[in-house]
């Protein structure tokens, strides 16, 4: 006989007294019972739909930042130093009058020669051969009557070429053959930039230039300078510029520094740079 029996007969075993006191004993059990179960639903239910708002949001600000757009927008409540329009624009007052100016644009000659005069000229003549000087109707020789000039722009690119650098030293014959100590003297020459390693001003200004000013990634110039034939790889452009920047550019960079804080005022642009 299962529990429910038991209980059913123990039930109808009893007197009528007995079976209303039972009777409402089991109500109140009942009662109790699920009051406490769904006072734990409730509670659960509470916090499963926190989670689910949270978990929500989360969603949504992950989207925002994947499909929404990258440009910086600025909040409204947020100060600007450009809104000057807006702050001084006043829509009571009247439209000044309208004074209709036309203006024709001229075009200014000799803008393309301005632009490149600065730049080296190389000139390439094409000319007849002595065989080909005759008049292919009379026969006489031809002269030079005019001539036809078409200009245009050559790109020369980046090039490597090694230098070597040879410092003569002299020293005294005579003192060699006659005297204890022979003198040795060097001649002037410009010191290395870094000691012991190949790179030249140039070649390091180029780096620099091409990494923080074309945002060129240093690999992509160990390929860029791998198919132009030299080997270059991007650890020693690294310990270039870390040996650049504590021998040359830090001097300059406390200098500026002091030179700062000199003033009251100082405004500067915030927007920060992946590194």
């Known amino acids: 006989m299962d529990f429910p029996s038991i209980i059913w007969y123990n039930f109808g075993m009893k007197t009528a007294s007995e079976n209303s006191k039972l009777n409402t004993n089991l109500s109140t059990f009942f009662r109790e019972e699920l009051l406490e179960k769904c006072l734990c639903l409730e509670a659960e239910n509470t916090q499963l739909q926190q989670q689910l708002y949270l978990l929500s949001e989360q969603m949504t600000l992950a989207n925002k930042k994947i499909y929404g757009p990258s440009s910086e927008k600025t909040s409204p409540e947020q100060l600007s130093f450009f809104n000057e329009a807006e702050s001084l624009a006043d829509p009571k007052l009247p439209e000044p009058q309208v004074e209709e100016i036309t203006c024709v644009r001229k075009k200014h000659k000799g803008k393309r020669e301005e632009d490149l005069a600065s730049l080296p000229l190389d000139i390439i003549e094409y000319a007849l051969p002595a065989s080909e000087c005759t008049c292919p109707q009379c ?10 000039i ?6 020369v690119p980046a090039q490597f070429k090694k230098v070597q650098h040879e410092r003569l030293i002299y020293s005294c014959r005579n003192c060699e053959k006659q005297a204890i100590a022979t003198p040795v003297i060097k001649a002037s020459a410009p010191a290395a930039l870094i000691k012991g390693s190949i790179a030249s001003a140039s070649l390091v200004a180029g780096v620099i230039n091409a990494k923080y000013v074309n945002s060129m990634p240093l690999y992509r110039q160990e390929k860029e300078f791998a198919r132009q034939g030299v080997y270059l790889p991007r650890q020693n452009m690294v310990n270039w510029l870390i040996r ?18 000199t003033n009251d005022i100082l405004h500067a642009d915030e927007t920060t740079t992946q590194v």
């Open 139 to 148: 026969g006489e020789s031809l002269h030079q009557m005019s001539k036809e």
């Open 150 to 155: 078409r200009s245009e722009l050559v790109f």
């Open 244 to 261: 650049c920047a504590d021998d040359y550019f830090k001097p300059l960079y406390e200098r500026m520094r002091q030179e700062l804080l």
